[in-house]
Each structure stands twice: as C-alpha cells, then as structure tokens.
C-alpha cells in the first residue's frame, strides 16, 4: 500500500460529500453500559466519527474511482486525478493557494483555501465574512493578482489560468492530486504552442500530495 505525503487536504469538500456517499460514516454507535443500583442497563449514544481526515478523504476518493465521473489530465471528467510536475504558492493576500503544471495537451491550474494546506492546518482560521478561494469567481479574483500590469486577461477565465501558470516561480514537484473540474477549455494562445488543440483546465482540489 502505497502512503501519501499529503500537502493540502480539503475537509470542506470531504465533509459535503461524505454524507452522500456513505451516511453511515459520519456517526458510530458507542454501546455505554451503566450499573444501577437495582439493576444493570444499557444505552446506546451516536458520536460522531473521528475527526482524522485522511480516512474521510480516502472513503470519498475510492467512492469516486469506483463510481464516480473522474477522469484524467487530458480527458477531464466532473473530477480530475492527475500526477504532474506543478509549481506552487500563496496567492492574492495569501489566503488562496495556486498550482500550475501542464502536460503536453492540457495547461492545469488547482486553487483553493490557503487554511486547507497541512502546515496551516493548526493557524487560525479565517474571517467568517471571508469567501473561500475555492469558489471560482473568488479564485479568479485572486489569480488577477499573478496578472502582469502590462497584461490582461479581461474576462477570460482560460487565459487568466495561462497567465497564472506563467507568473508562477520556484521549482515544481511532481504532486498527484484529485480535483473537482470547474473550468476546462480549448487554450486562447494557441500560437504559443507546439499543439494547435491545446487545452486549460482549472479544478478545486480534494487533496494535493507529493509523489516521490
């Protein structure tokens, strides 16, 4: 069994989607036993399952392998899994968190909450007040900020993934990952690649991990 160093894990979304699949898995039945003075008695209480994410996470992934739309990089279904060299990092006022990478037919962009990555996870969390960055419009707001002043990308949701990716810095590191798809589409800079068909890709992602 393979063991994942995990990077950003969105317990949002395992939390929504968790219910649905298995409803059961949400609450365990802790049988109490009481002694009396007449007579012994039992009781049963509902407690909610432990808080540990990975397991909540791995329920829901395999719920998606074995029945749900997901699909690949290249062929994106309603979720995407993927491994891909990606760059990544803090964007806007750092609330929002950025990957980029692309394979030979598709540019890939994942955004979502800064609080959901592991090393944040014990930080404070944010303003009530405050939108998720995994909301798409809320995403592409902040990924306005990676724009260049003498560029823009104006309403089109693709180019601002394109410009994204190419304003990112650092070195990337090959990450799997599963995504909910939010964005998908031919590339609107064709001429700056070798392939014609091009495409962009941007998803909110369930779980990001380093793959050695």
């Not at 992934?61 to 979720?79: A, C, K, M, N």
């Not at 990924?143 to 693709?158: H, I, K, V, Y």
């Not at 909910?180 to 990001?208: N, Q, W």
Request: aromatic content about 6%; overall charge negative.
């Amino acid at each position: 069994m393979s063991v994942r160093y995990y990077l950003y894990i969105s317990d949002a979304k395992v939390d929504m989607m968790l219910p649905q699949i298995d409803p059961a898995w949400s609450h365990k039945r802790v049988t109490e036993f009481s002694l009396g003075v007449k007579a012994a008695g039992a009781k049963r209480s509902v407690e909610r399952a432990g808080t540990d994410s990975v397991p909540r996470l791995e329920r829901v992934v395999r719920h998606l392998e074995d029945h749900g739309d997901l699909g690949d990089v290249d062929e994106p279904g309603q979720y995407v899994h993927g491994v891909l060299p990606m760059q990544w990092g803090a964007v806007g006022d750092g609330d929002a968190v950025y990957f980029g990478g692309r394979t030979e037919r598709t540019i890939v962009g994942l955004g979502g909450s800064a609080g959901h990555v592991l090393s944040t996870a014990a930080a404070a969390p944010p303003p009530q007040h405050r939108l998720s960055a995994s909301l798409m419009p809320i995403l592409l707001d902040r990924l306005a900020a990676l724009t260049p002043e003498d560029e823009t990308a104006g309403d089109d949701a693709l180019a601002m993934v394109v410009q994204a990716n190419s304003a990112l810095r650092g070195p990337a590191q090959t990450v799997e990952f599963v995504a909910k798809r939010m964005l998908y589409g031919p590339c609107p800079y064709p001429e700056l690649y070798a392939r014609d068909d091009m495409a962009v890709l941007l998803g909110s992602p369930l779980f990001v991990a380093l793959v050695d």
